[in-house]
């Protein structure tokens, strides 16, 4: 199942490299993009994970609506793609204000909000520019991050935006269902409950004669059961594209819809039982498994029994006491990450695998845009 992914380790690529299957990330697209169809939802991608024109390209030209984004720099770059982007992330400095500002004068821009102060400081800066900016009212659902929790409170500051003459627009409620991370099929309960909890909110805006238009949920881990949520008119995922081993190990997709690797080198079989390879926390991220974190840091195709048990800078650490055959030195390897959204901004660049298996080497675009 991984054939071509792994064919590219015999071409002459310096390693450790990250190389993605354009095939298998069609296919990731399109079978989203068909549930959502089939419930009447938008697709509004999270590109944090990706942070590419490219893969970006390939989302709206699937259906997407538009993308979601965390910071004001990939929105920057990404509005040479599209023309609709949500910032998923609290706008509080005058700095991201004005450049959100800037940005709405050539696109149509909406931003998250859970307080009356980031509501003045979107609007002082849109005023500024003679620009207008939508507004998403973030409810916390359980994921206790941002928002607010009561739907009192979000009809009070869904007032407050109306009550702003000019420069904001409010466009809806936001919200993150991120501490549902049960299988598929144990969710419904806990989905269903968000939509009793947004439903009521709600009623309340349509008793306060606050019209809402957008209803922006969703994450990877509950992306397929996202009709739960009846209320709801546009879902977010960001893994989903690529997928990992986070949402391999968590039930949410399949191996064979690993869409990305990194390739990297044996470079030495010295110590007993184990073996080390050229990609450490710089290639791979430090973060384990979360949903087995004694699973090791990534998964070995190759060599499944074997595990990744510690990571240095630039060394993977391979445990081979439990695996029938061992690789040898200068052997290539391909290592499926446990939190590919931290592995791709690792890398410069990435190889994209066409659908001819020809390598492409493209940029990361976004990466390292943490403002």
Known sequence: MFDRLLSVKFEQLATPRLVIDSQLVRRNLEALQQYAQQHNLLVRPHAKTHKSLRVAQEQLNVGSRGLSVAKVGEAEVLSQECDDLLIAYPAIDASRCDRIAQLAKKINLRVTVDSQEGVD???NAAKLHGTTIGILVDQDVGFHRTGISSADGVVELAKFVVNKPGAIRLDGIFFYPGH????PDQQQDALQRIDVQLQRTLKRCQETGIEINVVSGGSTPTAFQSHLITCQTEIRPGTYVFNDMNTVRGGFCSIDQCAAV???TVVSTAVAGKVVVDAGTKALSSDRNWIIPDSGFGHVIEYPEAKIVRLSEEHGEIDISNSPSRPRLGERVA???NHICLCINLHDTV????????????PVDCRGMIH
Do not use: C, Q, Y
């Open 121 to 123: 400081a979107l609007a």
């Open 180 to 183: 549902i991370t049960a299988p």
């Open 262 to 264: 990194v390739i990297a």
């Open 335 to 337: 290592i499926i990450p």
């Open 351 to 362: 190889s994209w695998l066409d659908g001819a298996g020809k390598s492409e080497r493209i």
